[in-house]
């Protein structure tokens, strides 16, 4: 066997170890995604309304939920017609109020061609969650 043989069978075995590495990198669901977001956090009592202009950041979770981000809480949105959301998504809120409330409708557009209109998610309560307070030492 030649040399250039030797090298092109290690080339290919070697590609075939790596295989497995890459299939266990699977991509998250949209629920282990959100999980992975909250962890450390505790929920609190759902509200009706946030007040958007203090959200510093929204985040698309794929086909489960809207968080919007104000200070330290994250406020999470399980809007009905979820399974419509996409990361690479677009959201066209608006407001009738100074609040982003229950019942308010979001538009989807996609990023590769924003004038084409995706769909829309109806919004539901406001999950609120925060990071538990460290116990001071007495």
């Known amino acids: 066997m030649s040399l250039k043989h030797v090298v092109g069978a290690t080339l290919i075995a070697a590609s075939l170890l790596a295989a497995p590495t890459v299939n266990a990198r699977q991509k998250l669901t949209g629920e282990e995604q959100l999980a992975k977001l909250l962890d450390g956090r505790v929920a609190g009592d759902p509200v009706s309304c946030i007040q958007l202009s203090q959200s510093q950041d929204t985040q698309v979770i794929d086909k489960t939920a809207l968080v919007y981000r104000v200070g ?19 959201l066209v809120t608006k407001l009738y109020s100074s609040q982003l409330c229950r019942l308010d409708t979001v538009q989807l557009h996609s990023r590769s061609t924003p004038s084409m209109w995706s769909g829309f998610v109806g919004l539901q309560d406001f999950v609120p969650y925060t990071k538990p307070k460290a116990a001071s030492a007495k």
């Open 72 to 90: 330290r809480t994250l406020y999470v949105n399980r809007p009905t017609n979820a399974d419509r959301l996409g990361s690479d998504d677009i």
